[in-house]
């Protein structure tokens, strides 16, 4: 009892302050007079301005909470969207590749691309079918756009394939407006170059290339690729360089032809040349 005494006369003066107030509140609202009502009016006005300025001031809590809600959704629609995009992207890769079956080419096989190589100077492909898909060594790989490379190892259900980036691949070529034949080859460096095409041949940037029919791997008249460069190496050959039909930066999906070389022609070559 002693301490809530003390307390009290300690604050004293609040408690009197705190009386005065409501005292004259209590005479200023029972007074009716004009100059009180004018009073009461202004403070009235104030007061609701006020409040009205602390209600527009935004709630910072409820739009940090909205601003979640609103960035989950646009992430959760822009992988909806990516989806959607990608869906349609394979879509039109697969109706064109399967437009080959339409073609004279018959016998192929489709395969999905689950690692590449690109950078080194013998570079591969690694497909997901194998010899339980009938795929077989030295088969041709294409695309709609044109030439890939050739199945060098196969398993179960995997098989490589060398690309034309790939210092062991050639592939007898020809230049499809003039005839001109040649070697296709990877130089290691980046660069595709027909080899042992004459200085005199016919041959102009844009000249698409195709197989060759002197070839036992690939079918005659697939697309290889355009010249980009052409140029004298020296006094007897040219130096073509081409740019590939097929973009092997987005290389996803290929097919294999069902094509093995001529093993009758294959033996009696390679016995010639050991001669």
């Known amino acids: 009892m002693k301490t809530i005494g ?8 609040y408690l009197i302050l705190s009386l005065l107030i409501v005292i004259s509140l209590i005479l200023l609202f029972s007074n009716d007079n004009t ?14 301005t006020i409040q009205s300025g602390v209600s527009a001031v935004p709630n910072v809590f409820e739009i940090q909470k909205e601003n979640e809600f609103l960035r989950a959704k646009n992430i959760e629609l822009s992988n909806e969207l990516s989806a959607l995009k990608e869906a349609r992207l394979e879509n039109i890769r697969l109706s064109r590749m399967l437009g080959i079956k339409n073609k004279e080419i018959s016998g192929v096989v489709s395969a999905g691309i689950v690692n590449k190589t690109l950078i080194q100077s013998r570079n591969t492909i690694t497909l997901n079918v194998g010899e ?22 196969t398993s179960k259900n995997y098989s490589i394939a060398q690309i034309l980036y790939n210092r062991n691949l050639s592939v007898s070529v020809k230049i499809q407006r003039s005839r001109v034949d040649g070697i296709l080859n990877y130089d290691g460096s980046g660069n595709l170059l027909i080899k042992n095409v ?3 041949a016919d041959v102009k940037t844009g000249d698409l290339i195709i197989t060759s029919e ?17 140029g004298n190496l020296d006094n007897l050959f040219k130096k073509i360089i081409i740019k590939p039909q097929v973009s092997f930066q987005e290389l996803e999906e290929v097919f ?7 093993s009758e022609r294959l033996e009696l070559e390679n016995a010639f040349q050991k001669k």
């Open 35 to 48: 100059q009180i009502r004018y009073l009461r009016a202004v403070a009235v006005g104030f007061v609701g």
């Open 214 to 230: 002197y070839s036992n791997y690939f079918p005659p008249g697939i697309p290889v690729g355009i010249v980009i460069e052409e």
């Open 6 to 13: 003390l307390f009290l006369l300690q604050i004293k003066e």
């Open 198 to 200: 004459p200085k005199s």
């Open 256 to 262: 294999v032809l069902k094509h093995l070389p001529d």
């Open 132 to 153: 339980s898909d009938s795929v077989k060594i030295n088969m041709p790989v294409i695309t709609d756009d044109g030439l890939v490379g050739r199945i060098v190892s």
